[in-house]
């Protein structure tokens, strides 16, 4: 079993720069693809960024390409997601999610997932 859990989140200007963390526990992290997800109030639970096993693969969606970056540091389990120049359109609730090895872009194709954190960007 891995257990998941996403910081960093809060409310923040447009503009602005928030930097994603999540934590895991159990399992042997090095050997887990992180993906991170994001659900905004009516809307379905889409794809934003993920790495593979050993970072040496990284996508993103299209919406933050230019203006994010996505990393991992197996030696404190940790994989962060950096979100900059921050539009109302990226608040949304940002979920971590786990699978074995390689990510993809379905959210039915991971196993852990943490809680969540809440993004919310202001005009």
């Known amino acids: 079993q891995v257990q998941l859990v996403e910081s960093g989140g809060g409310l923040v200007q447009a503009g602005g720069s928030l930097r994603l963390s999540c934590v895991a526990a159990?399992?042997?992290?090095?050997?887990?693809?992180i993906g991170w997800f994001r659900q905004a109030p009516g809307k379905e639970r889409e794809f934003v960024a993920a790495?593979?096993?050993?970072?040496?693969?990284?996508d993103s969606v299209d919406s933050v390409k230019g203006r994010s970056a996505i990393s991992r540091d197996n030696t404190k389990n940790t994989m962060y997601l950096q979100l900059n120049a921050l539009k109302p359109e990226d608040t949304a609730v940002y979920y971590c999610?786990?699978?074995?090895?390689?990510?993809?872009?379905?959210?039915?194709?991971?196993?852990?997932w943490g809680q969540g954190t809440q993004v919310t960007v202001s005009s």
């Open positions: 790495t593979n096993w050993n970072g040496g693969s990284t």
């Open positions: 999610a786990a699978r074995l090895w390689y990510y993809t872009h379905y959210a039915s194709n991971y196993n852990y």
């Open positions: 159990g399992g042997t992290f090095s050997r887990y693809a």
